[in-house]
Nanobody, 127 residues
Framework: QVQLVESGGGSVQAGGSLRLSCTAS????????MGWFRQAPGKEREGVAA????????FYADSVKGRFTISRDNAKNTLYLQMNSLKPEDTAMYYC????????????????????WGQGTQVTASS
């Protein structure tokens, strides 16, 4: 069964940190461009960060640059998102995503390029 399963969400105070994890199964993980998206109530789902299959390239939305770090462990088929200095505006459901692109990333923060979504994990940062 092809699936992505996220974990690690929760509630923190503004300025705090959380680490999200996403475990992939049923796909050739080390060839997939992977990413994280988020969706706040009443807003469009937006790309947050992405990483190339080898991990050599990373991509970030301007709103999270310098605060969030995406990484992957291909031996464990796992994707991570380290979120530091969280702000109330980071509050959203966070989704792990596998891109349609294999072997490289092309426009990885564009929602239409996603081939597979996880079920989401809630992140809440309160002031």
């Amino acid at each position: 069964q092809v699936q992505l399963v996220e974990s690690g969400g929760g509630s923190v105070q503004a300025g705090g940190s959380l680490r999200l994890s996403c475990t992939a199964s049923g796909l050739t993980y080390d060839t997939a461009c992977m990413g994280w998206f988020r969706q706040a109530p009443g807003k469009e789902r937006e790309g947050v960060a992405a990483i190339s299959p080898s991990g050599s390239q990373t991509f970030y939305a301007d709103s999270v640059k310098g605060r969030f770090t995406i990484s992957r462990d291909n031996a464990k088929n796992t994707l991570y998102l380290q979120m530091n200095s969280l702000k109330p505006e980071d509050t959203a459901m966070y989704y792990c995503a596998a891109s349609r692109n294999l072997y490289s990333c092309t426009n990885p923060l564009v929602r239409n390029n996603v081939a597979l979504w996880g079920q989401g994990t809630q992140v809440t940062a309160s002031s």
